[in-house]
Antibody
Framework: QVQLQESGPGLVKPSETLSLICTVS????????WSWIRQPPGKGLEWIGH???????HYNSSLRSRVTISVDTSKNQFSLKLNSMTAGDTAVYYC???????????????????WGQGTLVTVSS | DIQMTQSPSSLSASVGDRVTITCRAS??????LNWYQQKPEKAPKLLIY???TLQTGVPSRFSGGGSGTNFTLTISSLQPEDFATYYC?????????FGQGTEVEIK
């Protein structure tokens, strides 16, 4: 089955850029949207953005000015860059696949599954 | 953005109890509602999509219902492995948004 694994630094200095990679194994990236979602310690989940396997992106407006998501299907990877990091960006960062389904009635459904295990990123000098 | 509000924020229950968690959307999302379970230090796990469809492998004691703005997640007989935090998520439009979570604790 498809598995996702995040990788990147656990500590980032204020004002610097976070770079994370999500490696997809056990399946193709084709025909799916690939998302980044974060969770500050003890808090809820925030969708950062996603990229279609072909490269089309969509970002949360709250982060749009600071975020870039890219994809490299030849490596089965997609990546997140978040610049101008502050303490408020300290969180566990998850990558996830958005699964889409068209039912027999023509309705379109989607959900996040599977998820990576998550990686804690702390912003501190 | 669509706001998702869960209630209660936390609850205490015993093994065998029937537990219901509510999720309310700030506007109609028809049936575009998913539920996830998250255990400490773990990633969320999909339980239910399209408001009431059980993900493959999820025990039948979990069920989802509702439409429009009001949704429920019910655990018919709470098991020890069900103590976790539960999140709802709307997939009606972008950005997808999550509820703040409901922590189910052992009484």
């Amino acid at each position: 089955q498809v598995q996702l694994q995040e990788s990147g630094p656990g500590l980032v200095k204020p004002s610097e850029t976070l770079s994370l990679i999500c490696t997809v194994s056990g399946g193709s990236m084709s025909s799916y949207y690939w998302s980044w979602i974060r969770q500050p310690p003890g808090k809820g989940l925030e969708w950062i953005g996603h990229i279609y396997y072909s490269g089309t992106t969509h970002y949360n407006s709250s982060l749009r000015s600071r975020v870039t998501i890219s994809v490299d299907t030849s490596k089965n990877q997609f990546s997140l860059k978040l610049n101008s990091m502050t303490a408020g960006d300290t969180a566990v960062y998850y990558c996830a696949r958005r699964s889409d389904y068209y039912d027999s009635s023509g309705y379109y459904w989607n959900w996040f599954d599977p998820w990576g295990q998550g990686t804690l990123v702390t912003v501190s000098s | 953005d669509i706001q998702m509000t869960q209630s209660p924020s936390s609850l205490s229950a015993s093994v065998g109890d029937r537990v219901t968690i509510t999720c309310r959307a700030s506007q109609s999302i028809t049936g575009y509602l998913n539920w996830y379970q998250q255990k400490p230090e773990k990633a969320p796990k999909l339980l239910i999509y399209a408001a009431s469809t059980l993900q493959t492998g999820v025990p039948s004691r979990f069920s989802g219902g509702g439409s429009g703005t009001n949704f429920t997640l019910t655990i018919s007989s709470l098991q020890p492995e069900d103590f976790a935090t539960y999140y709802c998520q709307q997939s009606y439009n972008t950005p997808p948004t999550f509820g703040q979570g409901t922590e189910v604790e052992i009484k």
